[in-house]
């Protein structure tokens, strides 16, 4: 069984930055993906970034490009997104999702591919 737990969500001002963890337990060591999702108020939950356990390949929302990096630490099963440049459109709670095995590259911007998820931090930013 997979858990996730996410932290560094908060309050920042608009053009800040902020780093967000998700801790990994009970994962099959190199195999599968993360991602980071968000849900904002009276909206869906959408994509925000993947990444890879083994090979550490990445994907983007073309919202988030160029602002956000997703990355991941294979010893201490942590997957981190650090945010900067961040607008009011950013607020959301932001989700951290695992796959245990994908059916591809492409199916990770779905949500339908994610077995397991976090409880959720709430990112707000103030402009």
């Known amino acids: 069984q997979v858990q996730l737990v996410e932290s560094g969500g908060g309050l920042v001002q608009a053009g800040g930055s902020r780093r967000l963890s998700c801790a990994v337990s009970?994962?099959?060591?190199?195999?599968?993906?993360m991602a980071w999702f968000r849900q904002a108020p009276g909206k869906e939950r959408e994509f925000v970034a993947a990444?890879?356990?083994?090979?550490?390949?990445?994907y983007y929302a073309d919202s988030v490009k160029g602002r956000f990096t997703i990355s991941r630490d294979n010893a201490k099963n942590t997957v981190y997104l650090q945010m900067n440049n961040l607008s009011p459109k950013d607020t959301a709670v932001y989700y951290c999702?695992?796959?245990?095995?994908?059916?591809?590259?492409?199916?990770?911007?779905?949500?339908?591919?994610?077995?397991?998820w976090g409880q959720g931090t709430q990112v707000t930013v103030s402009s």
């Open positions: 999702e695992a796959v245990t095995r994908y059916r591809g590259s492409s199916s990770l911007y779905h949500r339908d591919e994610y077995d397991y």
């Open positions: 009970g994962r099959t060591a190199n195999s599968g993906a």
């Open positions: 990444i890879t356990w083994s090979g550490g390949s990445t």
